[in-house]
T-cell receptor, first 119, second 112 residues
């Protein structure tokens, strides 16, 4: 069964500092990987996704993530955070098209990492 | 107009009430989903519909009853809920079951 681990429940960084949010997954084949962000009282917004190809993926709002198959990781990074980046961040894994069967597709989410920005 | 809308945004109901949550997507997608988000727990997939047909029921209690009259609309009918059902209920849609999911803002449900 697929699973996602986000080991950091809460991270606090200073505005302007760099950020890395960790995500490790367990999956038997090549997965689809996603990062979503959720602001308070809001739904989830897609930041970026990895399906195949270049393992360094660029997303919106200046975020990027790197897929490392050997480490089963898909960490999210941003070189300089802004106060507006304060939110909850979710990593998710889904089955790739090649092996997915109709009706069995599921996104599995991590428990999230809450990001606090201090001035 | 936003891609995926949900109404109401907040709902308070008693354990004997019957209410419905509504989701509408304006993206031309064919698949729609209901998720439950509880504090300190991963998002839980509840139901999946593809071309109006239910393709996944993730062992959800029968007090939750989904309805998908067409590819743009999804309802979640609620009756005799329990306080532990209080959560944020999120709707999502995607072009197909294997494609990127886009989420609505959610309905914050409180069961008294």
């Amino acid at each position: 069964a697929q699973s996602v681990t986000q080991p950091d429940i809460h991270i606090t960084v200073s505005e302007g500092a760099s950020l890395e949010l960790r995500c490790n997954y367990s999956y038997g084949a090549t997965p689809y990987l996603f990062w979503y962000v959720q602001s308070p009282g809001q739904g989830l917004q897609l930041l970026l996704k990895y399906f195949s190809g270049d393992t360094l993926v660029q997303g919106i709002k200046g975020f990027e993530a790197e897929f490392k198959r050997s480490q089963s990781s898909f960490n999210l990074r941003k070189p300089s955070v802004h106060w507006s980046d304060a939110a909850e961040y979710f990593c998710a894994v889904g089955p790739s098209r090649q092996i997915s069967n109709f009706g069995n597709e599921k996104l599995t989410f991590g428990t999230g990492t809450r990001l606090t920005i201090i001035p | 107009e936003t891609g995926v809308t949900q109404t109401p945004r907040h709902l308070v109901m008693g354990m004997t009430n019957k209410k419905s949550l509504k989701c509408e997507q304006h993206l031309g997608h064919n698949a729609m989903y209901w998720y439950k988000q509880s504090a300190k727990k991963p998002l839980e997939l509840m139901f999946v519909y593809n071309f109006k047909e239910q393709t996944e029921n993730n062992s959800v209690p029968s007090r939750f009853s989904p309805e998908c009259p067409n590819s743009s609309h999804l309802f979640l009918h609620l009756h005799t809920l329990q306080p532990e059902d209080s959560a944020l209920y999120l709707c999502a849609s995607s072009q197909g079951p294997q494609d990127t999911q886009y989420f609505g803002p959610g309905t914050r449900l409180t069961v008294l």
